[in-house]
């Protein structure tokens, strides 16, 4: 019930391209859906988060759709950049502690 | 850069030791989380503090422990460490107990021996 799931493990994409990664939850009183991206040797950094009272959130490049009946919600990265090789996580919450999905690592090729 | 600072940032050690991490939360930050990421696990929630008082406990083992300091630094303390305790350990902050917005420090990696 406290796991969300993340696919896929790794995606390779051409710039340009939009790369799309997706998580699923069980637990309905999750009601915070951040996503953090983390390049090797840093800490995760919050990417953009959404709450169930809307299906889309966009900030730049990055979208997020959420999907309550379903219990999904994914990313989406427009106009793919080699900067954008990172591991990306998404995470679900009520309140408080979050719980993170095991990561998709990203890779952007020129 | 996030606000959060941790040291130290590598740690090596041998099996059955005890070492200490530092973490210092964002200015004004009241609440602490710690995580350990390891490959196989993904990032797992430790413990949290709110002001000084535990607020919240995850997968944290009985080896471990942690405290949150009048300055609002906290210490994860990791005690009779097993090879299999090597990993990155990141310190988060937020502003509120309840805040689900956290702000990740650079993390220490911990290789036990």
């Known amino acids: 019930q406290q796991q969300v799931k993340q696919s896929p493990q790794s995606l390779i994409v051409q710039k340009g391209g939009i790369p799309i990664i997706n998580c699923a939850y069980e637990?309905?009183?999750?009601?915070?859906f951040p996503w953090y991206q983390q390049f090797p040797g840093k800490g995760p950094a919050l990417l953009i988060a959404?709450?169930?009272?809307?299906s889309e959130k966009k900030e730049g490049r990055f979208t997020i759709s959420f999907n309550k009946s379903a219990k999904q919600f994914s990313l989406h990265i427009m106009d793919s950049q080699p900067g954008d090789s990172a591991t990306y996580f998404c995470?679900?919450?009520?309140?408080?502690?979050?719980?993170f999905g095991k990561g998709t690592r990203l890779s952007v090729i020129a | 850069d996030s606000g959060v600072t941790q040291t130290p940032k590598h740690l090596i050690t041998a099996t059955g030791q005890r070492v200490t991490l530092r973490c210092s939360p964002r200015?004004?930050?009241?609440?602490v989380y710690w995580y350990q990421q390891s490959l196989d696990q993904g990032l797992q929630f430790l413990i949290q503090?709110?002001?000084?008082?535990?607020?919240a406990k995850g997968n944290i083992l009985e080896r471990f422990s942690a405290q949150q300091f009048p300055d609002l630094h906290s210490e994860l303390n990791l005690s009779s460490l097993e090879l299999g305790d090597s990993a990155l350990y990141f310190c988060?902050?937020?502003?509120?107990?309840?805040?689900?917005?956290?702000?990740f420090g650079p993390g220490t990696r911990l290789t036990v021996l």
């Open positions: 988060a902050s937020s502003p509120t107990g309840n805040t689900d917005t956290q702000y």
């Open positions: 637990n309905t009183a999750f009601d915070y």
């Open positions: 959404i709450r169930p009272d809307v």
């Open positions: 995470a679900a919450s009520m309140g408080t502690p979050l719980v």
């Open positions: 200015s004004g930050d009241l609440s």
């Open positions: 503090y709110y002001n000084g008082e535990e607020r």
